[in-house]
């Protein structure tokens, strides 16, 4: 439950919070000044015990959710229930939704609950205060996904879509936006499984282009549904990707293209590393020019430059003529052999090592040194020391080999990692170490003189 | 009744023309015969007779059908009295004497409505700015003109009955002009009392407003009258575990008795009594009713020191060998005395012994004189308790403190948890909610019902059987007498080992004392001393929390209670230590 209901509640955390809690300007969040503010306005006056209780029955039912005691957890919250009945109105108007997130929790894993359970507790939650009626509709409609029953999340879905509260719904617009996404979304479903049928049928049967049409006419729907709600800056990672995947079966080339650039170069959304790989593999679909796709892998570069992309970054780097991107090249190397999650990947140590042969040879022991000086009192021991020798020789002498090379060549052959190796007498590797160690004492960075 | 209220109704039926009219739940009248029902309305006859109305007695007020809400006329003072019946009830079904309810209780009340003028008294507060006339020959056929001598008065006992039970006595019979005709009942402050909106306005210098909390406190000063055998701390406890109605007690009021309006901020409350906030309630009501001398509390009684110690000691398991210690404290403090001990309202200084804190007080004081308490001493005697008791397994064991420690600790762990977590669980709504106004009514309702459905649902899923199930009463809250291998009964250890002969008598092994204050606050800020845990021993602080949450109070309050027992018990080293400006903590005992 809490993994979606995390989801959900994204977007319009911050409505949250003004609402809740205060709100600094730096968006930063004190819980406990709400509390302290509390007994301001209280006068210092002494607690009520309704209110000691309440909140102790609070803490009863977050331990026990917390041990996974959902008995107790009922027992507990039918007691809590009486916090809708505070006199405070303030408190009065924040319960139901706190209600609502542990009611919900309990029902999802209570053993004595249903389906029918969870839904009457739902419908009744959404008449509690109208604010919450979009909220916990989503919720109940992901709850619905979550048991497979998507045809009455669809129709919960479209009743969210029609509530209508005065003003009220204007500033939950996004909230309908989500609603409306959530129903496309399940149609683009619908639309894949159709999508897989189709690849059965034979092209030239009458049923081919009726079911054709079918798709087109249902993507069409889904675009109303989504386009709203991926205009507004945040992160929809899969309404933007299904939607994508129907414009382009469509042959909409142009809006997919619009939409997935908006996605990733706008500025009013969050930093989102999906949106620039989404763009980045529709080019790539597209064959658009190398220029383009370095570019949109610069951005990526910079906000997460372990990812796995950076291998084809680099690939696309050496190609380039520009001393610039070959410079480069190297750096995006080094940079994803940074990363602890890294150390172990085969590919990046072979570019590593035949680019260092590469640019050794071609005399940019500059560039190379550059590098390696900012990582020189680090990387020996996160990637060279005996232990790594050993116990990479063992799971993977091949991974060692590039390894001891890259050691080799930026330490020196009197490193322990490319001694170590050295020393290993392997039948089938014999002739590729001895070539190593030729090459290392040729290209060395540290006595280039010698 | 309501045939007859229609009497005066003499028009012809238009459906039937027959003359023989009832009066509808709306005040409307209807046709006997034919059940036809006419637009005229009992209250627009009746205007010119409400100046006239009697009321027979309080606690029944009109049958007359209001038209917002239906139900009777009433006062809030009626529905005090109401409370105090339940809670009169209740005490009586707890074993005290029927006496309490229908003689000391019901005068007290009496009294308290005669002291306030809201009854017995010529000129009843209601009439007071008001241009309702009182007819003189009303209040003639009264005989309260003089003042009743109210405590041997044994002419109305009827009075504080139930509507039920009372009869029309002529003796009780009171004027009460009707204020309800000059409230606007569309605005938006209103009340299902006649009184309800005056009441909660009302400030009147010298007159000592009637409160839920006091409805308590006016028990416990019955219950002191009486010389019951429960003390405040009982009676609080009883409170909380729902054995006497406080919290909600409204809602056991008659059908007819509505509550809305501001009747919501006289009757709902929603904290449990509060046993300094209680008793400094009862000493109030007590001055203001101008009560004499209450009867002596002698060594016979329950709340002498000596017999609250020794239920104390059972009750949290202690020697019964530690009594001859504190009556001998009790002694030597003078805290026995009967002058002492018996409340005084009408002395200068209204105060009255907190019999239980101070019982328990006395206790504590014993344990320091025979432990020290200094998280040193205790627990090297319990060695040598443990030592000679291996040995001895025959012989009647010595008292050790440590394993008393360890079982008593686990004891009131669980039972504290237990207790918040029943706590935790209350039930604080009413049944029947309580609502502002018209506007706010149907909100109430429905949310009320809102919150029904929801509990069921969730109650569905609990197993049903409850876990909450409710105590019977009981002045004990630990029972010792089962055999149970890690709940061992101390009651028969000795104090040997801790005491040595000397001569004729018995000393104590331990010859030194710290003081719980050394010097006490003499600053108008009332209180004489204060509690900051972190400055005592560990073992003090556990028997102060023990005995606190025994008796439902802050630490603090025991605290200061031990710091005056001590006081009285070393007023010579008191007086020594202000001249030596205290330098040494500790004290020789004589």
């Given amino acids: 439950m809490s993994d979606f209901s995390e989801e959900v509640t994204k977007p319009i955390s911050e409505d949250d919070q003004v609402e809740t809690s205060v709100l600094t300007g730096t968006g930063m969040y004190f819980p406990w000044l709400q509390k302290h503010l509390e007994t301001v306005v209280t006068g210092g006056k002494k607690k009520k015990d309704f209110a000691q209780t309440t909140s102790a029955c609070l803490n009863f039912i977050q331990e026990a959710l917390l041990k996974h005691q959902w008995q107790q957890a009922a027992e507990y919250m039918h007691s809590y229930l009486q916090i809708l009945e505070d006199s405070d109105s303030y408190k009065r108007q ?52 979550h048991h497979g029953l998507l045809e009455d999340a669809n129709r919960n879905l479209s009743q969210a879509e029609t509530w209508r509260y005065g003003e009220k719904s204007s500033s939950q617009e996004i909230l309908i936006n989500l609603v409306q996404a959530y129903k496309g979304l399940l149609q683009y479903y619908t639309w894949s499984k159709k999508k897989t049928e189709l690849s059965k049928l034979d092209e030239d049967d009458y049923a081919y282009s009726t ?6 006419s249902e993507s069409w729907k889904t675009s109303v549904n989504i386009c709203a709600l991926i205009k507004t800056p945040g992160v929809w990672d899969p309404f933007v990707k299904s939607y994508v995947e129907m414009l382009e079966f469509c042959g909409d080339q142009d809006e997919a293209r619009k939409i997935l650039t908006n996605y990733a170069y706008d500025e009013k959304f969050p930093s989102n590393p999906n949106a620039h790989i989404y763009l980045y593999n529709f080019l790539k679909r597209e064959k658009a020019p190398r220029a383009k796709l370095l570019n949109v892998l610069k951005i990526l570069y910079q906000i997460v430059p372990s990812h796995k992309l950076m291998l084809e970054f680099h690939m696309l780097l050496k190609k380039s003529e520009k001393e610039e991107h070959r410079k480069l090249g190297l750096e995006v190397l080094f940079g994803v052999l940074d990363f ?55 799971e993977d002498t091949d991974l060692a080999c590039e390894k001891a090379f890259v050691a080799g060549i930026l330490l020196g052959k009197g490193c322990r990692y490319f001694r170590y190796i050295l020393k290993q007498d392997h039948q089938v590797l014999r002739k590729k170490i001895k070539r190593m160690k030729k090459s290392v004492k040729k290209y060395s960075i540290v006595n280039p003189r010698v | 009744m309501e045939l007859e209220e229609a009497k005066e109704f003499k028009e012809r039926c238009s459906q039937c023309a027959a003359i023989s009219w009832g009066l509808t739940d709306e005040g409307k009248y209807y046709c006997t015969s034919c059940h036809n029902v006419t637009e005229r309305s009992k209250e627009v006859i009746n205007t010119e007779a409400i100046p006239n109305a009697k009321i027979k007695t309080i606690n029944r007020g009109l049958r007359r059908k209001r038209k917002c809400e239906k139900g009777w006329d009433w006062f809030v003072c009626e529905g005090f009295q109401h409370i105090l019946y ?28 005669q002291k306030s003028k809201q009854a017995y008294c010529k000129n009843p507060i209601y009439t007071s700015g008001r241009k309702t006339k009182v007819l003189e020959d009303n209040i003639s056929h009264s005989d309260w003109a003089s003042e009743p001598e109210l405590l041997s008065d044994v002419n109305c006992l009827s009075f504080v009955e139930s509507g039920a039970e009372s009869q029309s006595d002529a003796q009780t019979q009171k004027s009460f002009p009707l204020t309800k005709a000059s409230q606007p009942e569309s605005a938006s402050v209103c009340s299902g009392s006649l009184d309800g909106v005056e009441y909660s306005e009302r400030k009147e210098k010298g007159i000592l407003k009637m409160t839920v909390p006091r409805t308590l406190a006016f028990c416990y000063l019955s219950l002191l009258w009486q010389r019951e055998t ?12 729902d054995h006497i109605p406080y919290i909600n ?79 001998q404290v009790v002694k030597m403090t003078g805290i026995g005395e009967a002058d002492f001990l018996t409340f005084d309202p009408i002395a200068k200084m209204a105060k009255t012994v907190k019999y239980d804190i101070q019982a328990v007080a006395v206790i504590i004081v014993v344990l320091k004189l025979l432990f020290l308490l200094d998280d040193n001493l205790e627990w090297s005697l319990s060695d040598l308790a443990e030592i000679h008791n291996e040995e001895n397994k025959q012989d009647k064991p010595w008292f050790d403190f440590r394993k008393w420690y360890q079982v008593m600790k686990k004891t009131v762990d669980e039972k504290k948890q237990k207790w918040e977590e029943t706590r935790a669980k209350y039930m604080w709504k009413s049944e029947k909610p309580l609502y502002h106004s018209y506007i706010d009514r149907p909100v109430v309702y429905k949310r009320r019902e809102m919150v029904v459905n929801l509990q069921k649902q969730f109650s569905a899923l609990v197993d049903s059987t409850p876990t909450v199930e409710k105590k019977s009463p009981s002045s004990f809250q630990f029972n010792w007498t089962k055999e149970d291998a890690d709940k061992t009964c101390f009651h028969g250890h000795s104090l040997q080992g801790i005491l040595i002969k000397k001569g004729q008598s018995l000393i104590t092994k331990n010859s030194l004392y710290w003081l719980s204050t050394q010097k006490f606050c003499k600053s108008y800020c009332k209180h004489v001393t204060t509690y900051e845990e972190s400055n005592f021993s560990l073992s003090y602080q556990f028997v102060l929390n023990l005995f606190s949450f025994l008796l439902r109070i802050k630490t603090s309050l025991l605290h200061e209670e031990v710091s005056l027992i001590e006081k009285k018990l070393f007023k010579k080293k008191y007086s020594e230590t202000k001249q030596k400006s205290s330098r040494s903590r500790k004290v020789r005992r004589h």
């Fill in chain 2, 86 to 113: 339940q809670q009169a009830e209740a005490l009586k079904a707890l074993g005290v004497g029927p006496e309490l309810k229908d003689e000391v209780l019901h005068n007290f009340w009496k009294r308290y409505l």
């Fill in chain 1, 211 to 216: 079911a054709t049409q079918n798709m087109l």
């Fill in chain 1, 94 to 145: 924040a319960a139901p939704e706190v209600i609502w997130r542990l009611g919900s929790e309990i029902l999802f894993y209570h053993p004595k609950s249903n389906v029918e359970t969870f839904s009457t507790f739902a419908d009744r939650m959404k008449n509690i205060g109208v604010l919450n009626y979009l909220k916990i509709s989503l919720q109940h409609a992901l709850y619905l996904l």
């Fill in chain 2, 230 to 241: 429960i003390t405040l701390s009982d009676l609080l406890r009883f409170v909380e575990e």
């Fill in chain 1, 340 to 394: 602890a999650g890294c150390t172990k990947n085969i590919t990046a140590w072979k570019y590593l090592a035949k680019y260092l042969r590469q640019l050794l040879m071609e005399n940019h022991l500059v560039w190379v040194q550059e590098e390696w000086n900012s990582r020189k009192n680090w990387w020996p021991t996160f990637h060279f020391s005996y232990f790594w020798a050993k116990s990479d020789w063992k």
């Fill in chain 2, 249 to 327: 007690a409204f809602q056991h009021f008659p059908e007819e008795m509505k509550l809305y309006g501001r009747d919501k901020g006289i009757f709902t409350i929603e904290s449990w009594p509060d046993y300094e906030e209680i008793h400094k309630n009862m000493i109030e009501v007590a001055t203001f009713l101008d009560l004499p001398r209450f009867p002596d509390i002698t060594e016979a009684c329950y709340l002498h020191p000596s017999v609250l110690s020794m239920k104390y000691l059972m009750e949290v398991n202690l020697p019964d060998e530690m009594h001859g210690l504190t009556c």
